[in-house]
Each structure stands twice: as C-alpha cells, then as structure tokens.
C-alpha cells in the first residue's frame, strides 16, 4: 500500500524560479490537503480540496496555486520561488469527516 | 490568538518517566481531538482520538479532554526511548465546503534519554 506520494522528496530552487510539488493517493480519499511545516510553526495549512472539483485557501495561500487534477492527485504550484518559502512541505489526505488524516513523507524545500 | 496553543519543548525525560503533553484551544465547535506523532524527518501519524470530553486509554498513552477548560492532555506511561518524536494536537473541525478542518499544535518534540 503506497498510501500518500509526494514527489520530489528534496529540491533546491533559485529566487524566481516556479516549480510543482505532486501529490497523489492511492486510498480512494475524498479530501486533500497542503501544508507546510516550519521550526515553531507547527503544520500551516495552504490550500486543501474538499472533493474532486473543489479547492479552497487555507491559512498561509500567499504565493501558491493548486490543482485537483483528478481524485487521486493535487498539485501545489510555487509560480515564482521566494526564500521565504524554504519549509518542509506535506500533502494529506483524509476519507471522509471526522477521521484520520494520512500523511505523505515530505518534500523539504530550500530557495536561495 | 491561535486557535490551538502547545508548548514546543523541547521535553527531555528518563526513560520510564510519566510525560504529560498539553494543548489549549479556543473553538468551542471542536469535537474531535487528535494527537498525530512525528518522528524526525517523517510525516505525522495518528497516534490515537478522543471524541468530545473524557479519557482514552491505548496501552501506555491516554488522551484526555477537559472541553469546560479547553485543555487537551496526552499521558505516556514508562517511556521509551522509541517514544522520541514530536507530538502534534489536532482538534477536529469541519470546513463549511465540506472536509476535514485539521488544526495543528505547533507540536512538542519529546526526547526519552536511556
């Protein structure tokens, strides 16, 4: 069971570049969610989709895009790389409400 | 004010030590009350959920939820070095499209010493 994939697992960006992070499940879940996580800082959420079709700003959205690509994939987009944006970055999945969330295993960061 | 408060430590104790991990919280809506465990390098994991006030016992961990106060406590009993990670509290909400609104501690790394 592969459960969450996130690919890449590491990247270094230049200020000014764009690049995507994929996310896809295998678990036929219905919710899907980015976050970043930062020394401190805790788990932020920056976009999630409820449903196929849907997605909505989370708590830090500034300087990302995302896409639903279909139920199994969500994309989140960095259109111009800034080094604020250097974090640890997880997609998250969940069934339905109230359950457990299912976490991919991390695509860490760096702009400079 | 945050919606949910947790000391990040860090909280070194001896193995076999009770460790005592605590969350506040100001939405009264929250019904759900998670703790996700995170080793280094590692996305988070359900470690166990309590629904509404009340204890939860898993082994050597129980979750307890005091919704008068809005405190969230999680307990370990005779810890272990394989306990070494950081502790997340999530308190469960719902989003009004729809989906599960996850709402992060900013996690307590704990660090049991042989």
């Known amino acids: 069971n592969a459960g969450v994939t996130q690919t890449p697992k590491f990247q270094v960006l230049k200020t000014g570049q764009s690049m995507t992070l994929q996310c896809a499940q295998d678990m036929n879940h219905n919710s899907m969610y980015w976050y970043r996580q930062d020394p401190g800082m805790g788990l932020r959420l920056i976009y999630y989709s409820a449903s196929e079709g849907t997605t909505d700003k989370g708590e830090v959205p500034n300087g990302y895009n995302v896409s639903r690509l279909n139920k199994r994939e969500f994309s989140l987009r960095l259109e111009s790389a800034a080094p604020s944006q250097t974090s640890v970055y997880f997609c998250?999945?969940?069934?339905?409400?109230?359950?457990?969330?299912?976490f991919g295993q991390g695509t860490r960061l760096t702009v400079v | 004010q945050k919606e949910v408060e947790q000391d990040p430590g860090p909280l070194s104790v001896p193995e076999g030590a009770i460790v005592s991990l605590n969350c506040t919280y100001s939405n009264s809506a929250f019904q759900y009350f998670m703790w996700y465990r995170q080793y280094s390098r590692k996305g988070p994991e359900l470690l166990m959920y309590?629904?509404?006030?009340g204890n939860k016992e898993d082994g050597r961990f129980t979750a307890q939820v005091d919704k008068s106060s809005k405190y969230i406590s999680l307990f370990i009993r005779d810890s272990q070095p394989s306990d070494s990670a950081t502790y997340l509290c999530a308190p469960l909400g719902l989003f009004t499209g729809g989906g599960n609104k996850l709402t992060f501690g900013t996690g307590t790394q704990l660090k049991v010493e042989l």
């Open positions: 309590t629904y509404s006030s």
């Open positions: 998250a999945s969940t069934p339905t409400v109230n359950t457990e969330a299912f």
